[in-house]
């Protein structure tokens, strides 16, 4: 077969042909005489593997390695094809993503376009500092800030106090906007995005974000029970009682719980309420227990007459401590 035949039944155009013989992959088996190649249908059978080596991603140089080797093992090739392909994938869905942000932004021109480029670049950067400015930067400059998609991925994902405190305060100013990626954050399989996302909810102001945060109380974290229930003790819910009640009891994060009943004893119902809860955990705490000491402690920060009664029979309490707690807070109390 001539080489026009061969293109005609290979699909391969003769000047590739004619290129796959200038590299050494493909050896016409003669001449005609008057010159011509001619083609037997072995060498037609090693184009198609050309062909079939070409469209898994091999270079031409590997080809004739695969083809030419009685040894080859393609194994090892396979294996790197693969690496190779998925970098290329991650790299093409990383740049989707950025061009998806930049769309979301709905630059003005292409200035704006640029100055959201380097934004986003900067917020990928290794230097906490350079990420750090490009969340203030964002949130003081309603021109060309950030998507709130790349907001939300960026303090879920970062690891400096600093930079995510920035983060926390631009998402925020961007409103109830990230509510919907935060709640995904919160069923995130890694337990420290579980936190950064319930943390960013707390620093979003509005309903939405206080709807979230109640149905974050039963978590089946406890971090994230813990910080959507100081959260909601800042915003006044009273939802959030018996969690911060526990905390005391538990120990942890007690000083701050303490504070958020004080903040929901605004009013005598409310005050009583709390206190009330206080007195019934102390009941049940085991004499002497460090739990104790907490409960008098935070029963000292609520107002009221529940709370007041509630010290005066703790001036009686067996444990030295409590006595002492409540005793000194009625004190103050009477010279006030």
């Given at each position: 077969?001539?080489?026009?035949?061969?293109?005609?039944?290979?699909?391969v155009s003769a000047r590739m042909l004619r290129h796959y013989e200038s590299l050494g992959?493909?050896?016409?088996?003669?001449?005609?005489?008057?010159?011509?190649?001619?083609?037997?249908?072995?060498?037609?059978?090693?184009?198609?593997?050309?062909?079939?080596?070409?469209?898994?991603?091999?270079?031409?140089?590997?080809?004739?390695?695969?083809?030419?080797?009685?040894?080859?093992?393609?194994?090892?090739?396979?294996?790197?094809?693969?690496?190779?392909?998925?970098?290329?994938?991650?790299?093409?869905?990383?740049?989707?993503?950025?061009?998806?942000?930049?769309?979301?932004?709905?630059?003005?021109?292409?200035?704006?376009?640029?100055?959201?480029?380097?934004?986003?670049?900067?917020?990928?950067?290794?230097?906490?500092?350079?990420?750090?400015?490009?969340?203030?930067?964002?949130?003081?400059?309603?021109?060309?800030?950030?998507?709130?998609?790349?907001?939300?991925?960026?303090?879920?994902?970062?690891?400096?106090?600093?930079?995510?405190?920035?983060?926390?305060?631009?998402?925020?100013?961007?409103?109830?906007?990230?509510?919907?990626?935060?709640?995904?954050?919160?069923?995130?399989?890694?337990?420290?995005?579980?936190?950064?996302?319930?943390?960013?909810?707390?620093?979003?102001?509005?309903?939405?974000?206080?709807?979230?945060?109640?149905?974050?109380?039963?978590?089946?974290?406890?971090?994230?029970?813990?910080?959507?229930?100081?959260?909601?003790?800042?915003?006044?819910?009273?939802?959030?009682?018996?969690?911060?009640?526990?905390?005391?009891?538990?120990?942890?994060?007690?000083?701050?719980?303490?504070?958020?009943?004080?903040?929901?004893?605004?009013?005598?119902?409310?005050?009583?309420?709390?206190?009330?809860?206080?007195?019934?955990?102390?009941?049940?705490?085991?004499?002497?227990?460090?739990?104790?000491?907490?409960?008098?402690?935070?029963?000292?920060?609520?107002?009221?007459?529940?709370?007041?009664?509630?010290?005066?029979?703790?001036?009686?309490?067996?444990?030295?401590?409590?006595?002492?707690?409540?005793?000194?807070?009625?004190?103050?109390?009477?010279?006030?």
């Amino acid at each position: 077969m001539l080489i026009g035949e061969v293109a005609r039944r290979s699909g391969v155009s003769a000047r590739m042909l004619r290129h796959y013989e200038s590299l050494g992959l493909l050896r016409p088996a003669g001449r005609s005489g008057s010159g011509y190649r001619e083609y037997a249908d072995e060498d037609v059978r090693r184009i198609f593997h050309i062909e079939s080596l070409r469209s898994l991603g091999l270079s031409l140089r590997d080809i004739g390695r695969a083809l030419d080797d009685p040894g080859f093992a393609p194994a090892e090739l396979v294996d790197s094809l693969i690496r190779g392909t998925r970098e290329r994938i991650a790299a093409e869905t990383e740049l989707l993503t950025r061009l998806r942000r930049i769309e979301a932004a709905e630059p003005a021109g292409w200035e704006e376009a640029l100055r959201i480029v380097a934004l986003l670049r900067a917020l990928a950067s290794r230097s906490a500092g350079e990420r750090q400015r490009a969340a203030l930067a964002s949130a003081r400059d309603g021109s060309g800030s950030l998507p709130v998609e790349a907001l939300v991925e960026a303090v879920l994902h970062e690891p400096d106090p600093n930079v995510a405190g920035a983060l926390r305060w631009a998402l925020a100013r961007s409103g109830a906007d990230g509510l919907a990626l935060l709640a995904e954050g919160l069923g995130a399989p890694a337990a420290e995005v579980r936190e950064r996302a319930v943390l960013s909810v707390a620093e979003i102001p509005g309903e939405e974000a206080t709807a979230l945060l109640k149905d974050a109380l039963a978590h089946p974290d406890a971090p994230v029970r813990r910080h959507a229930a100081l959260a909601l003790g800042g915003r006044g819910v009273a939802d959030a009682v018996p969690m911060l009640i526990g905390m005391v009891v538990d120990g942890r994060n007690d000083v701050d719980a303490a504070d958020a009943l004080s903040t929901l004893a605004g009013d005598a119902a409310s005050a009583d309420r709390i206190a009330a809860g206080l007195v019934e955990r102390l009941a049940h705490a085991a004499p002497g227990s460090p739990a104790r000491g907490r409960l008098a402690q935070a029963l000292a920060c609520v107002p009221g007459d529940g709370a007041a009664s509630a010290l005066a029979a703790l001036t009686r309490d067996e444990d030295r401590a409590v006595a002492l707690t409540a005793t000194s807070v009625l004190r103050r109390r009477a010279a006030r």
